[in-house]
């Protein structure tokens, strides 16, 4: 293994938790990013022309998410190489795909999956909602990947400064608070439906609410997938592992926080 693989294992972080404690995961992991010393190291790999694993010929969900943090660190050091975006590689999914990992994410315009694993065509099956919000329609989306098409990693990704999860906070405060919640011209109630238990869970959470009801919300949406029908027997059988992390805007960087 080279030395990107070593400083993406080294990132991640296992609480083992449920969602008390999500806030204090999250900061540690945030921590854990910046006091990652990789940086230097990728750099120097790089440059020396890495070789990049290609995802689709990789079987296990381990080290599918290796190949994955790997690619996160190349984006994170501004470093992509844009693995299987050429002609070739599309003309050969024609027939068919077999993608190697489901992402779940953020509709935000700063979190697409594809270029922060630094991954090609065919290479993740990606659903987006507004702070990966799921409902029985949508977790039949997510569900796909690995139940009809076997990829065995599902990654839940939450992101940090996450707009939806800002806005559900700040309308269920108010609420708290017996106070009217902020009109700002359009309305989510669906999704701050959605996200109540992931206030509820954050509420006893020291440090930034925000940031607790984001790592929450990841907590609690790879819990109830893993209990998906779809899913929870490849979940028992050891056939998928469903990963929950956390994106960092300011770093670049992917920290896992649930696995
Ligand atoms: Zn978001």
Not at 127 to 150: I, K, M, Q
Not at 178 to 203: F, M, N, Q, W
Not at 215 to 240: I, R
Request: glycine content about 8%.
């Amino acid at each position: 293994m080279n030395t990107t693989h070593i400083s993406g294992t080294r990132r991640r972080l296992l609480t083992g938790a449920g969602a008390v404690g999500a806030g204090a995961a999250l900061l540690l992991a945030l921590d854990a990013c910046a006091a990652d010393s990789g940086g230097a190291a990728a750099s120097e790999t790089a440059s020396a022309t890495p070789e990049v694993p290609d995802l689709k010929g990789l079987e296990t969900a381990e080290e599918i998410w290796d190949a994955l943090l790997e690619g996160n660190q190349r984006w994170a050091d501004g470093e992509p190489v844009h693995p299987g975006t050429d002609t070739d590689t599309r003309e050969a999914l024609v027939e068919g795909q077999a993608p190697r990992a489901a992402v779940f994410t953020c509709v935000d315009s700063r979190v697409a999956p594809e270029l922060v694993f630094d991954t090609g065509v065919g290479d993740l099956m990606v659903t987006r909602t507004a702070a990966n919000t799921f409902d029985p329609l949508v977790s039949e989306s997510v569900s796909y990947g690995p139940a009809a098409l076997e990829a065995p990693l599902l990654v839940v990704l939450g992101h940090q400064k996450c707009g939806a999860v800002t806005a559900a906070h700040d309308a269920l405060a108010a609420a708290d608070a017996g106070e009217e919640a902020e009109d700002h011209g359009y309305a989510l109630p669906e999704i701050v439906a959605s996200l109540t238990p992931a206030y509820e869970a954050a509420r006893t959470e020291s440090g930034d609410p925000v940031d607790a009801m984001i790592a929450a919300n990841v907590l609690l949406t790879v819990q109830a997938l893993k209990e998906h029908p779809n899913l929870a027997e490849l979940v028992a059988d050891g056939a998928l592992t469903v990963v929950g992390a956390v994106y960092s805007l300011e770093t670049g960087l992917v920290t896992e926080i649930a696995a």
